[in-house]
């Protein structure tokens, strides 16, 4: 089976930095998304994770350890825009997507 | 947006009607996928497809088909609306491949069964 763990709630304060855990335990495993979605909109990409390590994306950074089952979302340099749901999804040999139930991420100011 | 759409947006319906949703995509990806979104369960794949008639079952497939007869149009039909179907259904396409690849999402479709 497939077992997908995310904090529900974080909150940051504008400008902070922010780190969002994902662990994960999947049959088969290809490689692990992570997605920004605003109440009422479609989730939007962010990025794709398939070997070990950082991927860095101006704000966004994430990581994987594909041996520890464990990925996070490092967001910098907070801004009131980034209060959304953040979503893991992991993509399974099948190229089928499973995905976490989402951090809400509330930005102060 | 990957030029996804989806229709009808939103819609109402009673319980045991048929309905179809429709996704249409213009940049003739091979992958499409239909998930669900419900509170306290995240997004739930549907049904996917690989290909024109290829389709294949997600994990909440029941009172679910699919089919896809030409590549830019996916549609979702359930056969007798139940009120726990009631959900926000979300069209999604597949670009790019390897180790780099993305999954867009369409807008949504905001369906009530009453």
């Known amino acids: 089976g497939q077992n997908i763990d995310q904090p529900t709630e974080m909150t940051a304060t504008e400008g902070a930095i922010v780190q969002i855990n994902c662990t994960y335990q999947?049959?088969?495993?290809?490689?692990l998304f992570w997605y920004q979605q605003h109440a009422g909109e479609a989730p939007t990409f962010l990025s794709y994770n398939v070997l070990d390590g950082l991927e860095e994306k101006g704000r966004f950074s994430s990581f994987l350890s594909r041996s520890k089952g464990y990925s996070y979302l490092l967001l910098k340099e907070l801004q009131m825009k980034d209060s959304a749901s953040y979503l893991c999804a992991v993509e399974r040999t099948a190229r089928q997507l499973t995905f976490g139930s989402g951090t809400q991420l509330t930005v102060l100011p | 947006d990957a030029g996804i759409t989806q229709s009808p947006r939103h819609k109402v319906t009673e319980t045991g009607t048929p309905v179809t949703l429709r996704c249409h995509q213009t940049e003739n990806h091979r992958y499409m996928y239909w998930y669900r979104q419900d509170p306290g369960h995240g997004l739930r794949l549907i049904h996917y497809s690989y290909g024109v008639k290829d389709t294949d079952k997600g994990e909440v497939s029941d009172g679910y088909s699919v089919s896809r007869s030409k590549t830019e149009d996916f549609l979702l039909t359930l056969e007798s609306a139940t009120s726990s179907q009631t959900s926000v259904y979300f069209c999604?396409?597949?670009?790019?491949?390897?180790?780099?690849?993305?999954?867009?999402f369409g807008p949504g479709t905001r369906l009530t069964v009453t």
């Open positions: 999604a396409i597949r670009t790019g491949g390897g180790s780099s690849y993305e999954q867009y």
């Open positions: 999947t049959s088969g495993f290809n490689g």
